[in-house]
């Protein structure tokens, strides 16, 4: 726990921010994988989730693969509506980064396996902080003027055959 001025949403005390640090076979006990990479849903798996929505970071260390992937898939499970990144510079990070919603990979020694299984793509660490404020806000802004021309373009055009429907009295 590290202490903070201000309000948390996460913090159980007032001006306070949590972590949790869970290794892998500590991991095993609370989700594991059924047939076809399933969740389990089971009591622990629910306790977790509640957990990791208390603390501001949740750290897993020393865990497979699979357990990547798991973690991503119980965060979606439980928070539907939440949009999940999963970062990767390695083969071993290749079912996290296909689990989430958006797959950052970092070109590095270890291949190109997280690169070419990811949504974008970045040389090193130090780029993820352009990657998601700079082109982040650029493409919430294209999306916006997408948004803003789609509505113009079928008002304009429903104005048109409205025009055309009372020149030609309908």
Request: glycine residues 10%.
């Amino acid at each position: 726990r590290a202490s903070r001025r201000g309000s948390i949403d996460g913090g159980s005390e007032k001006g306070t921010q949590q972590a949790v640090v869970i290794d892998g076979p500590t991991l095993a006990l609370a989700i594991g994988a059924g047939a076809q990479g399933a969740l389990r849903m089971r009591a622990p798996a629910a306790a977790l989730h509640r957990l990791a929505r208390r603390c501001s970071a949740v750290v897993v260390c020393r865990c497979s693969p699979a357990q990547k992937a798991l973690v991503v898939m119980l965060v979606r499970r439980y928070e539907p509506a939440a949009v999940t990144l999963a970062i990767g510079d390695g083969a071993n990070d290749v079912s996290m980064i296909r689990a989430a919603h958006i797959g950052v990979g970092v070109a590095g020694q270890e291949g190109g396996a997280a690169v070419r299984s990811s949504d974008y793509s970045i040389h090193a660490f130090r780029d993820l902080e352009r990657l998601l404020l700079h082109h982040g806000r650029l493409s919430y802004v294209r999306l916006a003027n997408m948004t803003t021309y789609f509505f113009y373009k079928n008002i304009a055009f429903t104005f048109v055959l409205w025009i055309f429907g009372a020149v030609s009295h309908w």
